[in-house]
């Protein structure tokens, strides 16, 4: 017998281990495989990165999402943003999180990625805005986050995203070199703030924004 999606996420979720409840209902509450390509849809439940097409995304096993929103420490109505939000999965995982009153925010820098992630983020009625730019950009919002989610590996935190988080925010990142990286939190106090490096992981490499020609 052929399982529905939703007995397949819940499965999922049953097999990644303890988790903040709040993170595991979200988890159970979102159909991955609308943000898989069709290749890898026999894959979609199970506990692994699979590939959007390309060389240099992929969408992040769910234990790393869960992860990533545990350290996030989201609450009904924070307002999150994440750099290189790919498919647009974590950002469906956070919205059932963060409820009607959040605000969500992905910086994409591949246009056609972008777009097909706003398509099925509005097939889902989640309300996220997704801009098409380079993720160590300033965000125009300013401090307003609670969380900043950086879904790519980076060799240094960008001093723009501490800048978009308010008092007491975080910042969740993958700091390393191409083949591995430790997922760092940085918490924003006042001005300053204080970093805590978390476990090994490998995320795929975030991308500039290709020089203009002259």
């Not at 609308?34 to 995304?57: M, Q, S, W």
């Not at 919002?141 to 240094?156: K, M, N, W, Y």
Request: hydrophobic fraction near 45%; include cysteine.
């Amino acid at each position: 017998m052929t399982e529905t999606w939703a007995e397949s996420a819940a499965r999922m979720v049953g097999a990644l281990g303890p988790m903040p409840p709040a993170v595991a209902k979200a988890l159970r509450s979102v159909p991955r495989h609308l943000f898989v390509p069709r290749a890898y849809l026999a894959r979609a439940y199970d506990d692994e990165p699979i590939p959007l097409g390309d060389d240099f995304t992929s969408i992040s096993a769910p234990h790393m999402v869960a992860l990533q929103l545990e350290l996030a420490k989201l609450h009904r109505g924070a307002n999150l943003l994440e750099i290189g939000s790919g498919s647009g999965y974590l950002l469906a995982v956070a919205s059932a999180i963060v409820g009607p009153s959040g605000h969500l925010v992905g910086v994409e820098i591949d246009p056609g990625l972008a777009n097909r992630s706003r398509a099925t983020l509005a097939q889902l009625g989640v309300d996220a805005t997704i801009r098409i730019r380079d993720g160590r950009e300033a965000v125009p919002e300013g401090p307003v986050f609670d969380a900043v989610l950086v879904s790519c590996a980076t060799s240094v935190l960008s001093p723009t995203w501490p800048a978009a988080v308010v008092d007491g925010g975080r910042v969740v990142a993958p700091v390393g070199h191409a083949m591995g990286q430790m997922l760092t939190v940085f918490r924003r106090k006042g001005t300053a703030g204080s970093t805590v490096v978390g476990p090994a992981v490998r995320f795929v490499p975030l991308r500039a924004a290709a020089p203009p020609h002259i």
